[in-house]
């Protein structure tokens, strides 16, 4: 099944929230990606049903098994292609801009490629 590229960028800022707060909360979405409620509250009901998510009682997401594989995977393509893209040069706001666009559509083939090249690079400096 194919996740929308929403999808994927709800479920990597709470892997991102959940590394420095103890737990997630809508309203923590809602502050970090600057989002009205009523959209992170439609997202959640959707990652929910889709099983990407789980929202305990007292409001707390985690990551099911199958969220935690895309954010997992999106945030490491997103801090190499960043991190990647600024060893080349490019400004620091852009290269983060640019990233994020490209994480979500780039081959799992081209970014093992890059990821391979940028290894080598780091191991020779």
């Known amino acids: ?50 099983g990407h998510i789980l929202v305990d009682s007292d409001g707390h997401i985690t990551l099911t098994e199958a969220g935690l594989e895309i954010a997992t995977t999106m945030f490491e393509r997103h801090t190499l292609l960043s991190n990647w893209l600024m060893r080349l040069g490019v400004s ?3 290269a983060l801009e640019d990233a994020c666009r490209m994480e979500h559509v780039i081959s799992q083939e081209s970014f093992d490629a890059i990821k391979r090249h940028a290894q080598m690079y780091d191991h020779k400096l």
């Open 92 to 94: 620091k706001d852009t």
């Open 1 to 50: 099944m194919k996740i929308h590229e929403s999808a994927e960028n709800y479920m990597e800022t709470i892997l991102m929230l959940s590394q420095s707060k103890p737990y997630v909360r809508s309203i923590d979405i809602v502050n970090e990606l600057g989002f009205s409620k009523p959209s992170v509250s439609v997202a959640m009901k959707n990652l929910r049903q889709s």
